[in-house]
């Protein structure tokens, strides 16, 4: 029983992160045929940092339409993320999804499951479109499924819109989008860069090819358009590595090579079992050699037997794996995009039929080996009726001990470094007390918010109440919540400065008065927006924080400087009224040499539709339901949604630093129970093994202790070979982690030194535990056995 659960452990482990990755990496997109040919397009500028991130790096829609010309496209099409309202039914319900080209679902090969797609001509300026097209989650959600809807209307953002298709199943695009409508563009000018480019490359087509054609059409377009392209350029990656992120497929990588070697200390573990096992076979195994079998057919039936043990184990590790990979997408905190599915298809089970074959290879071929050697007299002779192994096969069983130390350290050496990344995520200071504050989003939608003022008027006034709810300090209303959105990028100009190239690019705010007391903060210098400022489209007047006016002016005040923002074909002016303190907006671990950057602007400046609102109040947890109801009362209708605790948002923003992390710790404490069992089974059979020796020993006079410590310096000798050994593997493990820690030295030689020390104290526990036991035995009947 111990032998298979060993087993499943660690084929189960191997099967539940393979699923993962070959989720993240591995399985075809829903697109069909086109799955490997979907790729999307980044605009990149030569002063873009390079950490900008490409989910930050979109294309203009009219540069786009001039890119459909390539002839290494099938199809290139363009959607913009966004909030919609549906509502005309019981409840406003807030709906995230996506103004799409009318071609978009052509490009990616997917056809409605009723209904149709859109018709280039009802394609229309954003909130003036005609025609929706739903996700089938949405349509069975708020309209029952009702197969009727196809021709009706629905209110969308205050319009009645016509219901035109329903997607398929599960079909969320790009992530998780449930509403769709269609949209062109032609008034934007090009250096309005917002759209979301996607295409299907051509077939025979490859990823250089396209990327080479793009970059001369993109030198062309700046030839073209010097005021808008000069210096822009067009980026091509295959979908799937512009949705993960980098340091996702590290990390992810990371734990399919840790519960590799949780696989290989369980084998290692199951070795020296039957290594021992054969031992006591032996008189058996010369049995079958004096009748006749050969030595090959007695290692074929050991590794049957060994063979048959990893596929019981291998099916209870699949069954493990299912329950594990289904608590895991119920636990995560936001819903995973539509196409990443932590599911066991064909590939997870070849995969589990290779490491079953594998672990029964790699448990049994040793000891069926070691079981072979025989010598017939001696083993056949009635008095051999206790067997022990020789020396060779004790040396292996002592190296696979050593082997399972070193591939333990490497394991959690490597679950330190990413728990106490983890914990300073945790620990990570934001630039304010984050703790008394509660945040929520809302989207403005409808006509009667189409005018700017009208939209900023609205969430000054709403901010105002917010801060008379009893027990409130502060309140504001703000496009970015620190530590969760890194704003949006502008290129930032000084007065002197002539040319574009030495813009400097930073992230841009837009923010009520009463920002900094509801953060808890004073400023630097000069003053807050007033109220009428935060009402005015036009006001002139920004704050820069402290890294951004350190940049600008070194050594300088910023207060009534000037600094310009380029946008479009010109550069808009503001007067410097305050310089605050550094406040992280990305999430922890995401921060960019631009979001480090910050441009605070009147809110009326920025015309968004979505706003955060942060309050300062006593006990945040109880006042959710006061918040929603101020709000309310402004406007009925309100869509509010991610309204939380900000201790519970920065929960949210870490959630996959911790998954990670949870794990890699659970692999290194299986591997570190599996290698403890290992070396006490060891000594424990030494014990049995030299037990006449003992009982001599005892009778001359020897010491409980003595006989103790004989066993203990054994297993202190196989824990520090197998940490010198183990080293070597663990520096391997922190330089691969390296780079995915967060405020974390991954050569740090205090964590290496306690790791060490914690392990090897481990180990001399797991070798003391036989060892008293064995100082125990009577001289007597130890003497009287042999």
């Not at 005040?557 to 600094?563: N, T």
């Not at 509010?640 to 201790?647: H, R």
């Not at 570190?672 to 009778?699: H, P």
């Not at 991954?746 to 306690?754: E, H, K, R, Y």
Request: neutral net charge; charged residues 20%.
């Amino acid at each position: 029983m111990a032998a298979l659960t060993i087993v499943a452990v660690g084929i189960g482990a191997n099967v539940t992160v393979f699923s993962i990755v070959n989720a993240m990496h591995l399985r075809p997109l829903p697109f069909g045929e086109r799955s490997a040919r979907i790729v999307t397009l980044h605009s990149t500028h030569r002063l873009q940092p390079e950490d900008w991130g490409w989910g930050d790096s979109e294309l203009s829609y009219l540069d786009l339409m001039d890119l459909r010309g390539a002839r290494a496209f099938q199809g290139l099409a363009g959607y913009l993320p966004r909030n919609f309202t549906l509502s005309g039914e019981e409840t406003a319900e807030r709906v995230q999804g996506g103004s799409i080209t009318p071609n978009l679902f052509a490009v990616l090969g997917i056809e409605p499951m009723l209904g149709r797609t859109f018709l280039e001509e009802e394609a229309a300026a954003p909130g003036l479109e005609s025609s929706v097209i739903l996700t089938h989650g949405l349509w069975q959600r708020r309209y029952g499924g009702d197969p009727t809807i196809i021709g009706r209307a629905v209110i969308v953002n205050e319009r009645a819109r016509t219901v035109v298709g329903i997607m398929p199943p599960n079909f969320k695009f790009p992530e998780r989008d449930e509403i769709y409508l269609p949209f062109r563009a032609d008034e934007l000018p090009r250096t309005a860069r917002t759209v979301n480019a996607v295409g299907v490359l051509a077939p025979g087509v490859t990823l250089e090819q396209a990327q080479s054609e793009v970059d001369s059409l993109a030198t062309w377009l700046a030839d073209l358009y010097p005021d808008s392209n000069r210096g822009f350029g067009v980026r091509v990656l295959p979908f799937r590595t512009s949705q993960i992120s980098a340091d996702a497929r590290q990390t992810s990588v990371t734990l399919m090579a840790a519960v590799g070697l949780v696989l290989l200390i369980a084998c290692a573990n199951l070795a020296n079992l039957l290594l021992v096992r054969g031992a006591a076979r032996q008189r058996e195994v010369a049995v079958r050699a004096a009748l006749g079998a050969g030595r090959a057919r007695i290692v074929y039936t050991m590794l049957a037997e060994s063979l048959i043990l990893s596929l019981a184990g291998a099916l209870l590790g699949l069954l493990a794996s299912q329950w594990v990979l289904d608590y895991l997408q119920q636990s995560f905190p936001e819903e995973l995009p539509y196409w990443l599915r932590f599911t066991i298809d064909l590939r997870v089970v070849l995969f589990t039929v290779a490491m079953t074959a594998f672990s029964g290879l790699a448990v049994g071929l040793i000891p069926a080996l070691r079981a072979t050697r025989l010598d017939l007299v001696g083993d056949l002779k009635d008095a051999s009726r206790s067997v022990s192994l020789g020396p060779a096969a004790l040396r292996v069983q002592g190296g696979l001990a050593i082997m399972q130390v070193a591939l333990c350290m490497a394991l959690l050496v490597g679950a330190n470094l990413m728990i106490r990344s983890f914990l300073a995520l945790q620990r990570a200071d934001l630039g304010f007390d984050h703790r008394p504050l509660v945040s929520a989003r809302a989207y403005l939608a409808g006509d009667a918010y189409d005018d700017l003022r009208t939209r900023a008027s609205f969430f000054a006034r709403a901010a105002d109440v917010l801060r008379e709810l009893p027990g409130a300090s502060g309140a504001a209303a703000t496009t970015s919540i620190p530590g969760d959105d890194g704003g949006s990028a502008v290129r930032v100009v000084v007065d002197g400065q002539s040319t574009s190239e030495q813009d400097l690019i930073a992230s841009t705010v837009g923010v009520t008065n009463g920002l900094f007391d509801a953060l808890g903060l004073s400023l630097i210098e000069g003053r807050d927006f007033t109220g009428a400022e935060a009402r005015d489209t036009d006001s002139a007047v920004a704050i820069v924080n402290r890294r951004l006016a350190q940049r600008l002016w070194p050594g300088q005040s910023a207060l009534d400087r000037r600094v310009g923002v380029r946008a479009r074909d010109d550069v808009q002016w503001l007067r410097i009224v305050g310089v605050a303190p550094d406040v992280h907006y990305e999430e922890l671990g995401e921060e960019t040499d631009a979001s480090r950057l910050n441009l605070y602007v009147p809110q009326a400046r920025t015309g968004n539709r979505t706003m955060a609102f942060l309050v300062r109040m006593q006990a945040p947890p109880l006042q959710i339901a006061p918040i929603r109801q101020a709000l309310r009362s402004l406007h009925a209708g309100l869509p509010l949604y991610e309204v939380m605790p900000m201790t519970e948002r920065r929960r949210f923003t870490t959630w996959e630093q911790e998954f990670f992390g949870q794990l890699m710790g659970a692999f290194a404490g299986i591997a570190l129970l599996l290698a403890c069992v290992g070396i006490y089974a060891l000594l424990a059979y030494a014990a049995r093994r030299r037990r006449y020796e003992i009982g001599v020993r005892l009778a001359l006079g020897a010491e409980p202790r003595d006989v103790v410590a004989l066993f203990v310096r054994q297993a202190g000798r196989i824990g520090i070979i197998g940490l010198i050994a183990g080293l070597g593997l663990a520096l391997v493990v922190a330089r691969t982690l390296s780079g995915t820690l967060f405020a974390t030295d991954a050569f740090d030689p205090g964590l290496f030194v306690t790791t060490a020390a914690g392990l090897l104290a481990v180990v001399l526990f797991a070798g003391y535990l036989p060892a008293r036991r064995a100082a125990h035995v009577d001289p007597v009947r130890a003497l009287r056995v042999e």
